[in-house]
């Protein structure tokens, strides 16, 4: 059975600062890695999706990586804001169908 | 639409009775999924559609749960005889296909049992 880990299971950081949250899974045969975002009483807000044959995804200040045969997902934050605040997800695609196993989350806070 | 529709936002009800929630996929999505996210249990799957038929219904907690889409689009999720450990948020999310595509997810379904 899939089984996904985010660590640390919260961060606080000064504004401006570079951060990596980390994600790892146990069965390394996934078809694709999403990373999503989620604000305190709202949905998911999807962020990055990396398919299997994919080393690593940009968009604008976030940047995913995937290693899948060590199990891994990173994902980098530059420059952090106020506003990335949030608790960031990621999810793996394990089989068919589509279906997303999640990890915890990890929270963060970015403080002026 | 524009994004994943889901309704009511919120849903109060008292032990017992029956709930309908509602999702309206994004137009032209093969694919619809059913998330419940609890405290202590994070998020977890319960359903997907792929048109109107449910290839995979392996994460419904009970019998007291239900699912069915219709005309391809929008899906429902009902449960019956309503107890306090029902009581999450309930997310739909919808995606292009049901192989390797981006999901988007709804605002969710927050719902009381009291």
């Known amino acids: 059975k899939q089984e996904v880990t985010q660590i640390p299971a919260a961060l606080s950081v000064p504004e401006g600062e570079n951060l990596v949250l980390n994600c790892s899974f146990t069965?390394?045969?996934?078809?694709?890695l999403q990373w999503f975002r989620q604000d305190p009483g709202k949905g998911l807000t999807s962020l990055l999706l990396?398919?299997?044959?994919?080393r690593e995804q940009t968009s604008g200040r976030l940047n995913a990586s995937l290693d899948k045969s060590s199990g891994r997902s990173t994902l980098y934050i530059a420059a952090s804001q106020p506003g990335d605040s949030a608790t960031y997800l990621c999810?793996?695609?394990?089989?068919?169908?589509?279906?997303?196993?999640f990890g915890t989350g990890t929270q963060l806070k970015v403080e002026l | 639409g524009a994004g994943v529709s889901q309704s009511p936002s919120n849903k109060v009800t008292e032990k017992g009775k029956d709930v309908e929630l509602r999702c309206d996929p994004i137009s032209g999505h093969t694919a619809l999924y059913w998330y419940r996210q609890s405290l202590g249990q994070g998020l977890e799957f319960l359903i997907y559609f792929q048109g109107n038929s449910a290839p995979d219904k392996s994460g419904l907690p009970s019998d007291r749960f239900s699912a069915e889409r219709t005309g391809g689009s929008v899906s429902t999720l009902t449960i019956q005889r309503t107890q306090q450990e029902d009581s999450a948020v309930y997310l739909c999310?919808?995606?292009?296909?049901?192989?390797?595509?981006?999901?988007?997810f709804g605002q969710g379904t927050r719902l009381t049992v009291v």
């Open positions: 999810a793996v695609v394990t089989g068919g169908g589509n279906k997303l196993t």
């Open positions: 990396i398919q299997s044959s994919q």
């Open positions: 069965d390394s045969a996934i078809y694709n």
């Open positions: 999310a919808s995606s292009l296909e049901v192989v390797n595509t981006e999901a988007f």
